[in-house]
């Protein structure tokens, strides 16, 4: 249940005919898509959108502005879409001579709690509305189709793609910066009753999952108990022998009597990275407002880039998502430093 749903509660007898989604226990993350969709009319009408002659004016140039107001319009049209701070919209058009058609691309962009696929769909259909208000002076007989979500970014579910393919151009657009293929990583857990069988691990296993499923190589894999000695002789041991360029341990970095990660981290950091801890205990307060107590970190050792999580399967799949899309391109610019593995 997130922060919101917790602050007023109904009646378990009250029912509720259309829930509006609760995104209160989301974090703010950069959202994009892109939607299209199509006009279809007659060769004169065509002829006359492409040299802006028709009886109403350049109807491109209205239709563009049209889809961005549309756009932002999106949640006083739909009743439980929630109101966006929209960044950016961008309205494109695309002439084909073949068909006598136009298609229309809105492009939409916000750092939200929620997606911007409905903003952008919007942004179509206005568009293409306003095209279609412009041009049946000279073609009534005007067919509108093909809307489609093409492409979205951001949040939990991370980017999609259509499955029936996108243009290259956008493809490129949406390529990733830095990828994690072949990126060699380790994976060390801190817990006691993990190690000693009480339980299996989930937490690095979470972890090992993610990275695999990436094309990132775990090169190491290990479960400890909680003490100091046992952390440092790991450590070094997964540096000195697997040089990884990314170690993620989970465990052992609350403020309890057990909890030694950080003091450890201390001793064996060559170049402490205070911003990384920061950087995780604000993102992480959008998941419990008691993230202030974690004491998340890391730094680099020998060049390896060690990442101190907590040990909690949950912490660690929302430490996942802050860290997913950031990691591979600070792993680049480490190297670039001169810390090449």
Request: charged share 20%; proline share 6%.
């Amino acid at each position: 249940m997130s922060k919101a749903s917790q602050v007023v509660g109904f009646p378990a007898s009250s029912e509720q005919i259309f829930k509006m989604a609760d995104v209160g226990g989301k974090r703010l993350t950069k959202r994009r898509a892109v939607a299209s969709g199509a006009l279809y009319m007659n060769a004169a009408a065509f002829s006359a959108v492409k040299s802006k002659t028709l009886p109403k004016g350049d109807a491109l140039a209205m239709a563009e502005v049209a889809g961005m107001m549309g756009a932002k319009k999106t949640a006083e049209i739909l009743p439980l879409c929630h109101p966006l701070p929209l960044d950016y919209v961008g309205i494109n058009f695309s002439l084909e001579a073949k068909n006598n058609s136009v298609t229309v691309y809105c492009h939409a962009a916000a750092e939200a709690r929620t997606g911007v696929e409905m903003e952008a769909l919007t942004g179509v259909q206005a568009a293409l509305l306003c095209l279609w208000d412009l041009v049946k002076p000279v073609d009534p007989a005007l067919k509108m189709g093909d809307t489609q979500l093409l492409v979205k970014e951001g949040g939990k579910s991370g980017l999609w793609t259509n499955p029936s393919g996108i243009p290259a151009w956008l493809e490129e657009q949406f390529k990733p910066a830095a990828s994690w293929k072949n990126i060699s990583c380790a994976v060390l857990v801190m817990s006691d009753r993990a190690s000693s069988g009480v339980y299996d691990d989930t937490s690095g296993a979470i972890l090992k999952k993610h990275l695999t499923s990436l094309g990132a190589d775990v090169v190491a894999y290990q479960v400890i108990p909680d003490e100091p000695a046992e952390i440092e002789k790991a450590l070094k041991s997964i540096v000195q022998q697997h040089a990884p360029r990314l170690v993620l341990a989970s465990g052992g970095t609350g403020p309890g009597p057990r909890d030694v990660t950080p003091a450890v981290l201390s001793r064996l950091l060559d170049c402490p990275l205070e911003g990384l801890g920061e950087m995780l205990r604000h993102e992480s307060a959008a998941f419990t407002n008691t993230a202030w107590l974690s004491r998340m970190g890391g730094g680099l050792m020998q060049g390896s880039l060690v990442i101190a999580l907590p040990g909690s399967p949950k912490a660690v799949e929302e430490c996942w998502q802050i860290l997913e899309s950031c990691l591979p391109k600070a792993l680049m610019m480490i190297e670039k430093q001169g810390h090449k593995r």
